[in-house]
């Protein structure tokens, strides 16, 4: 079993719908949790960086944690083409120390 | 301010031989990680240098290697090179003054093919 799983998709949405997606992780003792945007032949891009349970937003971008079910998720509103890339979940923490652990990435299709 | 830079941004090689990839991070930030992302496996994490000394390695064999300069900016190299090592590298850059500044930024990564 991997230590984070995501689903990869793809998830095909119409323009204006909201994106929800999410990743499971296994080990309790991870703390930080990001997501990254990635479009193909670019280097990931940092969406949100975020500590603790709860909400955290930026713009259309809303992502949540729940540390008691090992779950977190990023949701996109007023979805735009542009935001058609894939998003990789990672988390840090516990005895892997600054080792940035990877979902598999889910990726976005967002069609006009 | 400048993002993290790596060069360069594509290469092809043959099996059997060596390369080295550089990474220049973003001014102040004396982290930098190396990882291997490839459509199999995704991102898996390389290694990790913090002033100059390596912090943290991942499951890569020995044919891996890297190192940082004084100035921060790092380099790796993988020798005897494998068709399997055809990947794009990608370069991550943070503060790294404890977890809570970890952020890490990426570069666009250097697209290895070994042929």
């Known amino acids: 079993q991997k230590e984070v799983e995501q689903d990869p998709g793809p998830l095909s949405v119409p323009e204006g719908a909201i994106v929800s997606l999410n990743c499971t992780y296994s080990n309790s003792a991870f703390q930080y949790f990001m997501w990254y945007r990635q479009y193909s032949r670019k280097g990931p891009e940092l969406l949100m960086y975020t500590y603790s349970s709860g909400n955290k937003e930026d713009g259309r971008f809303t992502a949540q944690v729940d540390k008691s079910s090992k779950y977190i998720s990023l949701f996109i509103r007023d979805s735009q083409p542009s935001d058609s890339a894939t998003y990789l979940c990672a988390i840090l923490g516990g005895a892997a120390g600054n080792k940035l652990t990877f979902g598999g990435g889910t990726r976005v299709l967002v069609k006009p | 301010k400048a993002g993290v830079t790596q060069t360069p941004r594509y290469l092809i090689k043959t099996r059997g031989q060596q390369v080295t990839l550089s990474c220049s991070p973003i001014s102040g930030h004396r982290s930098v990680s190396w990882y291997q992302q490839t459509p199999g496996q995704g991102l898996q994490f390389l290694f990790e240098?913090?002033?100059?000394?390596?912090?943290n390695k991942g499951n890569f064999p020995g044919r891996f290697s890297g190192r940082q300069f004084s100035n921060s900016r790092s380099e790796m190299n993988v020798s005897t090179l494998e068709l399997g090592d055809s990947a794009l590298y990608l370069c991550?850059?943070?503060?790294?003054?404890?977890?809570?500044?970890?952020?890490?930024?990426f570069g666009q990564g250097t697209r290895l093919t070994v042929v």
């Open positions: 240098y913090f002033s100059e000394t390596q912090r």
């Open positions: 991550a850059s943070s503060l790294s003054r404890g977890l809570e500044n970890t952020e890490a930024f």
